[in-house]
């Protein structure tokens, strides 16, 4: 029985069957089939044929859609593995785009949303290197705007696992000098400053 993959980068994770049914029901409907159904018995067929190919060894990602491909067009469904190649080679093309970025994307965010991150709020070490994932920005800002909580007693690590969440799923997001600021050496998390102003000439001048 199959119990772990290896990531593509390297990682060993637990397997999960759901994912390739996921991927599948996507194809499917990628050419305009409701396939959720099939997709999961489909999956059956996937998991026992990598249980006969691999037997106690860890698969990887790779090979296991190599298999959905061939369990897809045995079944009858080409048209469906064909779509199913095709998001394959896009997300080949998007990694490609992102580890020509130089940035490790653990949220699987679009080309242009790992640019611009990389451009303007990811971490940097002294020599100007990316050293932040994604994923490890909105960790950072969370922990430091919930450290409020904990100053007035608020429940810090409940409200950094929310706040966390609600990030990485891209429900909310901060401004802009909270995700470039949050949690280092300046700190500073206001996009403007508001002056009290008297309506005068002698009180604009005393507030500049």
Partial sequence: MIKSIRKRDGRVVDFRSEKISAAMAK?????????????????????????????ESIPEVEDIQD????????????????????????????????????????????????????KRYLRRDERGLVVETPGGMFARVAAHVCRAEGRY??????????????????????????????????GQLSACFVLPVEDSLPGIFDAL
Avoid: H, W
């Avoid at 194809?27 to 691999?54: H, M, N, P, W, Y």
């Avoid at 810090?156 to 990485?168: K, N, T």
């Fill in 27 to 55: 194809a499917f409907r990628a050419v305009g089939i409701e396939g959720d159904k099939v997709s999961s018995q489909l999956t059956v067929r996937v998991v026992e044929a990598a249980e006969q190919r691999f037997g």
């Fill in 67 to 118: 298999i959905v491909e061939t369990v897809l067009i045995d079944a009858g469904y080409a048209e469906v593995a064909k779509a199913y190649i095709l998001y394959r080679q896009r997300r080949a093309e998007i990694r490609e785009a992102k580890r020509y970025l130089g940035v490790a994307d653990d949220l699987k965010l679009s080309v242009n949303a790992v640019e611009v991150l990389k």
């Fill in 153 to 186: 007693g608020g429940d810090e690590s409940g409200y950094c696992a929310r706040f966390l969440r609600m990030m990485r799923d891209l429900e909310f997001l901060p401004n802009s000098p909270t995700l470039m600021n949050a949690g280092l050496e300046l």
